[in-house]
Structures are given as C-alpha cells and as structure tokens.
C-alpha cells in the first residue's frame, strides 16, 4: 500500500511524492526507538548521580569535622601556616587548578564571594600546580589579592584532600568545617555559602 502526499512544490512541477507504508512506519519505529533510548539515558543518569553524591562526600571533609591548620608554601616558596583561631571571620579554602574546567566555571562564584572580603570573610586560594604565574592567573579572572598556597604539607594534603577540584571549604575560628562543596558551584551553593559566612 503507497500513501501518494502531494505537497505545493511538487504540484507546480507535476510530479509525485510516494512514501510506502512500511516507509512511514520504519519512521515512526525510529524515532519512537531514540525517545525510548533518551528516556533511558536520563533514567541512568539519575541513577549515576545518585551514587555518586555519596562518592563526592567521601572526597572532601564533611560539615561538622574539625580541620588543623592549613600548611605549606606559598608561590614564592615562603612557608606559610593558615591558623584559623587568629581571625574571627570564617575562612574559605578554596582548591583549584588552572586546566580544570570545572574550576573556570567558578570563578564568577568566587568574585561574587570575595566581595564578602577582607570583613566579613578571609579566603586561601590552593593550587597544587601553582608557580609564579598563578598570581597573574587569578588576577586576569577577576581575584583580588589573596593568601596563595600552590604546595601543601603532606599532612596537610592527607587532610584537605588534594585530589579533588575544585573544592571549596568554609571553616570557622575553631577550624570547624561548616560547608563543603566539590564542583562546579551552583547559585544555591552560592547562596547557601553566603548565608552562612553572613550570618557569623
């Protein structure tokens, strides 16, 4: 069985345009074979998020858990030690890498926090593969001075978990973790950051 279609353009120049039966309904089995392989896909990933939320906890230290000081050397090579307990402010350790992506992404977040700096909030940037050219590096994406730490302690790295970037970490005057986060920041983690740094 044909279905014959004849469509304006088609008319105008006298010929005909026949689709098949069996064509028409391999289109339709198609496309109703990708909706059914999208939905899939997305079920999936659901699941895939899932489990990797408590995976990500796992890589950064958890609300609640009390960190040392930060240890370790600044881009000129000077050792530097972050003592949270001689600032009243809340500090936001931040851990980035230039080539990361993730980290480009976050960087309007993090002007958006330092606005909160030097009153209300103090911040360290790490960058593990740090050398003299990071300071320029966070000056052409917006970063004011700040503490730069580009090698951490051994201790210091066991603790702050230098494998995952970015990280960002808000610890009180008592070196008390208050919010973690691994990723690219969203504007609710943003939100969630501020609130807490403004209500200390």
């Known amino acids: 069985m044909e279905l014959d279609t004849v469509s304006a353009p088609a008319k ?21 074979l990708l909706v059914a392989a999208c939905l899939l896909a997305l079920r999936q990933n659901m699941i895939l998020r899932a489990e990797t939320a408590s ?39 931040y851990k980035f890498s230039k080539g990361c992506p993730y980290c480009q992404h976050n960087w309007r977040a993090m002007r958006s926090l330092q606005a909160l700096a030097p009153r209300r909030l103090g911040i360290v940037y790490i960058d593990d593969n740090g050398d003299q050219f990071t300071p320029k590096y966070l000056a052409e994406n917006g970063i004011g001075e700040s503490e730069l730490l580009v090698e951490l302690s051994p201790v210091a790295a066991g603790i702050y978990n230098s494998r995952g970037v970015p990280q960002a970490l808000l610890v009180d005057q008592h070196g008390l973790v208050e919010w973690s986060h691994l990723g690219e920041m969203s504007p609710s ?12």
Do not use: C, M
């Open 12 to 32: 105008a120049s006298g010929r005909r345009l026949s689709l098949s039966l069996s064509t028409v309904t391999a289109f339709i089995a198609v496309n109703l």
């Open 55 to 93: 995976a990500v906890a796992l890589l950064t230290p958890a609300n609640g858990t009390t960190v040392p000081p930060l240890d370790g050397k600044d881009w000129t090579g000077a050792q530097r030690v972050i003592d949270y307990d001689h600032d009243r402010r809340p500090t936001l350790v």
């Open 189 to 200: 983690d943003i939100s969630k950051a501020r609130s807490i740094i403004e209500r200390d």
